[in-house]
């Protein structure tokens, strides 16, 4: 596990380490801690409310959090939503409310969650592998998955839930975004939103590359029913708190008009009869009034990600390339191209373009050289450079660690010292 920040995760309070956590008191009984995600909690009631239980690797960390500021029972844990870095840390939870001889708190979430552990629990193996390159080994995905990560809710609804939690009005509402189980959570006493990922200060996770389905047009709809609640502090699943009408406001607009706007604009193309590699292609960006907020930067997200989420959505798995129908393999291609113009010539145009910092040209063709023959090693090299290159430019906290986890991966395979002097 690295103790390096992480840079996606900005936040507002000094010297903050997303992996060591911060506790924020917001007014006299909500408080939140701040960690790799964020957990908000309700208390000075006699019990407690909590929404989110942080990840495994973090649970523990955030009842010490908590725990500072009251010892009351947790009486109910809400999660936004069912991914690890939110509710996995139940056990905690659980464990501590045993060792003070609280009775066990009892968990609400939307009905959908449950789906969701089933499925993660069948794909353990290839969580495990995606999670570990998507979070570049900042968030411990080998603890990630276990069979004791999941504790399901007791309590579910699926539209939504008006409670007295506590002595005080809490209202769930569910929202397809990020995920197909959210619950965007509304203390009206308080004008309070607590809102999970729909909001991580970064232009939303839709259009992750190695995950399923998301969710545009109906998170950019959530966002929009949110702003008309018109909150006064807006609580993220990851990021600093927002406060204050007009900023919880034009937070909540601008991320949803950002997201509108690609999904129309990729609706407008395929109905246009574009297929998707020409989408893709067209290089779509949101406009410069929307891109230059702080909370719409491509640090976690991604434009061209949420143009891949939209495609998905509405067409099938096909490019339109007719060589993407039955394509030959990369290994048959790379072959191929290397028998017409050499591999030295390959090599070294890719080399040439990569100094002339045209990096996804020269990835394109060193990948060529190194799917004809994968034990060459100047080609490993190369592409290895290449990766590191293009992470070190990336702003996208997914996107580079994937190019610096492939980077690593291809390392892991070249002898020492190869890939640097060619
Ligand atoms: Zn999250």
Redesign the pocket.
Known sequence: MSSTPNPSQPNNLPGFDPLMGQLEVLEPGIAMFHGF?NVAFAYGRGEMIVVDTSSQQMGAMAVRAIRQVSEEPFAFLIYTHG?G??AFGTEAFMTDAIARGHARPKIWAHEQVAARFERYALTRGWQRHINRLQFGGAFAAERLFEPNSFTHPDLVYRDEQFLDLVGEPVELHHAMGETDDATWVWMPARRLAMVG?LI?SSMPNTGNPNKVQRYTLEWAQALEAIAQRGPRYLLP??GPVYRGEQLCAEVLRDTARAIRFIHDEVVRRLNAGQWPVDIVEADISIPAELADKPYLRPIYGCVAFVVRDVIRRYAGWWSGEPSQMFPATRHERGNDLVALCGRGAIVAKARALKDAAQLRRALALAEIALNANPSDHEAIGLNAEILEAMAAGERSFIARNFFAGAARQLRARAPVGTGSQC
């Open positions: 995600a991914h870095d939110h990922d991580v699943g990851h």
